[in-house]
């Protein structure tokens, strides 16, 4: 037989107390009810705990991977932009190579024999410079790249500052020889016909062009490339009137067409001296100036020994 359990109380503001009779067994579950609602309370609560805490962590987890996102798009740029930097370079250093060949042959002289240039050096592909790529796959192989491409780069750069250092000593020897050889453009102005092969403007006909026409507006100055002496100044057919000079060493310079000279025979003058003014006299389709460089006696292609 299930035995009461009897609890008592006040009621009202009266001094009377009342009587509950409540059996056992429902009383043990009351309790184990309010136990297992305050353990369910206490669950919910740590983990709600929890997921405030995880929720913090994931906030600063995601401005971390902000950071570094932004951090590596930096780094990306700088690899890209200096490996840009690394090609401008390398275009220069190739530059100061083609000057330095044009220097050796209008000064004939030739390079050492264990002389390489730029040979061996290779190019960055121009997508992988785009700074817009992911690097995700690039990134590694283009700082090996760049890496193999500045040591291949400083290798040849030794190499020419040693070829520089060579030519220069040969060239304080030379002075005089390089003082009397063509190397600037007689006239400013638009190269009209280059040397070598061409159809003829006055017959139609294959023919060979022995020199470069360079056109500006009529008396426009015209410039010695070279100290030399006037070996001719005067008119002779299909020329016009045309200036020779002479600058030693098998070395002569011709400008023709000319509308009017300003230098006699036999006068002696200097690298940038005016000599005459452009015209259009002679065979000759419009004002020009007709320039040769001739090499004991044989015409050459005068671009090569135009370095300015």
Same mark, same amino acid.
């Given at each position: ?28 579950c009351?309790?184990f &009810?309010?136990?297992g609602? !305050?353990a369910?309370? %206490?669950? +919910?609560?740590? *983990?709600?705990?929890?997921?405030k ?23 990306r ?13 390398k275009k220069?250093?190739a ?14 002289i ?6 390489s240039? &730029?040979?061996?050096?290779? !190019?960055?592909?121009? %997508?992988r +410079?785009?700074? *817009? ?15 193999q491409?500045v ?6 750069i030794k ?6 250092g ?9 002075r ?8 600037i453009?007689p ?5 009209t016909s280059e040397?070598?092969?061409r ?17 500006n ?17 005067g008119?002779k057919?299909?020329y016009g009137?045309?200036v020779?000079?002479?600058h ?11 509308e ?13 001296e005016?000599?005459a003014l452009l ?7 419009g ?9 004991n006696?044989?015409p050459?292609?005068p ?6």
């Amino acid at each position: 037989m299930n035995k009461r359990i009897k609890i008592w109380f006040h009621s009202g503001s009266n001094a009377n107390i009342r009587e509950i009779s409540i059996y056992k067994p429902i009383l043990v579950c009351l309790f184990f &009810l309010v136990l297992g609602t !305050g353990a369910c309370l %206490a669950f +919910l609560g740590y *983990d709600y705990y929890q997921l405030k805490t995880l929720s913090l962590y994931n906030g600063n987890l995601t401005r971390i991977i902000d950071v570094q996102a932004h951090e590596i798009k930096r780094h990306r740029t700088q690899i890209q932009t200096f490996a840009k930097t690394v090609e401008g370079l390398k275009k220069q250093v190739a530059s100061l190579s083609i000057l330095e060949d044009k220097v050796r042959l209008i000064a004939d002289i030739k390079k050492p024999g264990n002389a390489s240039g &730029l040979i061996g050096i290779g !190019g960055i592909p121009g %997508a992988r +410079l785009d700074q *817009d790529i992911p690097m995700d796959s690039l990134h590694n192989n283009l700082i090996r790249e760049m890496h193999q491409q500045v040591k291949q780069s400083s290798a040849v750069i030794k190499e020419q500052a040693l070829s520089f250092g060579s030519l220069i000593q040969q060239l304080e020897k030379k002075r005089n020889l390089l003082a009397s050889t063509p190397s600037i453009k007689p006239v400013d102005g638009w190269i009209t016909s280059e040397f070598g092969y061409r159809k003829s403007p006055f017959t139609g006909e294959r023919d060979f062009h022995s020199g470069l026409d360079i056109a500006n507006k009529l008396g426009t100055s015209v410039t010695t490339t070279a100290n030399g002496k006037i070996s001719y100044a005067g008119r002779k057919m299909y020329y016009g009137n045309l200036v020779i000079i002479d600058h030693g060493y098998g070395k002569v310079t011709k400008y023709g067409h000319l509308e009017r000279i300003l230098v006699d025979q036999g006068q002696k003058v200097k690298r940038g001296e005016v000599i005459a003014l452009l015209g259009n006299t002679g065979q000759s389709t419009g004002p020009h100036v007709h320039y040769e460089v001739l090499i004991n006696g044989t015409p050459v292609n005068p671009i090569k020994y135009i370095l300015n």
